[in-house]
């Protein structure tokens, strides 16, 4: 068996962009570990959810533990940072924001569990970060260089096709089913660059519990969770991947995985 380990920008990533891969990963018998660049602080929450007095950052983080039980994931650690906010607004010049961080540094924190772990893939996001978010790009920045300091196999950033994004956008949804406002033309990467897909569709329902446990920003109306399981499943069963280069030995945990795209 292997070890993959998932670094993502703030909780509830996980849920929303690999989480059935990972619930496949433990489900088969990996072991699966869970890195927070940040707590999220700067999250909208959900009205009403929070306690008086409840801090958004401790409810996220305790969030993060239910998700990766839900998932399967066997640890759970977080760098550090502080969310820097969507690309352009003031938090993104703070300088304990995760925006702000030194690559290399942040990088040799990251490879201190890397070597722990000794994982055969580790997921991070496109150079985009899926969608411009500043703290997604500095995981991919950040991923990318602790994995060659730790010498990890494979590197798989998590994307989503802009084809499939846009065709589904198009299609009629179920009554009272509001898509999110997303620029379709830079969001995820085009088909042509996706190398490999991780087909997940049975472990949809701990893909959606994981969410499920993200109550302080997933509310019952939130679009995803209102679609019916079969609808769930088909449109976020599968998770799609850029992986560039593959070594020539490639680990089984990747090949148990991981489809190629073409």
């Not at 990963?25 to 929070?50: D, I, N, Y």
């Not at 893939?121 to 496109?126: A, E, I, M, N, P």
Request: hydrophobic share 45%; proline share 7%; aromatic share 6%.
């Amino acid at each position: 068996m292997g070890t993959l380990v998932s670094f993502q920008a703030h909780p509830d990533d996980e849920s929303i962009t690999v989480g059935a891969t990972l619930a496949k990963a433990a489900a088969a018998g990996h072991r699966v570990v869970l890195v927070f660049a940040t707590r999220g602080e700067l999250g909208e929450p959900v009205p009403g959810v929070l306690a008086v007095g409840e801090q958004l950052p401790v409810r996220r983080s305790a969030e993060c533990f239910a998700s990766a039980a839900a998932l399967g994931a066997k640890r759970v650690e977080f760098l550090g940072w502080t969310d820097s906010g969507m690309m352009g607004e003031p938090a993104n010049a703070e300088p304990y924001c995760f925006w702000q961080a030194d690559v290399e540094h942040a990088a040799r924190r990251l490879a201190v569990i890397l070597d722990e772990e000794e994982p055969d893939v580790l997921t991070v996001y496109d150079d985009n970060g899926g969608y411009g978010h500043p703290d997604h790009i500095q995981v991919h920045r950040v991923g990318n260089r602790a994995a060659r300091l730790a010498g990890v196999p494979v590197v798989a950033q998590s994307t989503f096709p802009r084809e499939l994004v846009r065709a589904r956008l198009a299609e009629r949804l179920p009554e009272g089913v509001e898509p999110p406002a997303i620029d379709v033309d830079t969001f995820g990467k085009p088909e042509a660059e996706i190398t490999h897909r991780v087909l997940a569709a049975g472990h949809a329902a701990a893909k959606r519990a994981s969410m499920l446990a993200h109550r302080s920003q997933m509310a019952d109306d939130h679009f995803l969770l209102t679609l019916p399981d079969e609808a769930f499943a088909a449109m976020m069963g599968t998770e799609h991947y850029v992986v560039d280069p593959l070594p020539v030995d490639v680990p089984e945990l990747f090949t148990d995985l991981f489809t190629p795209a073409r």
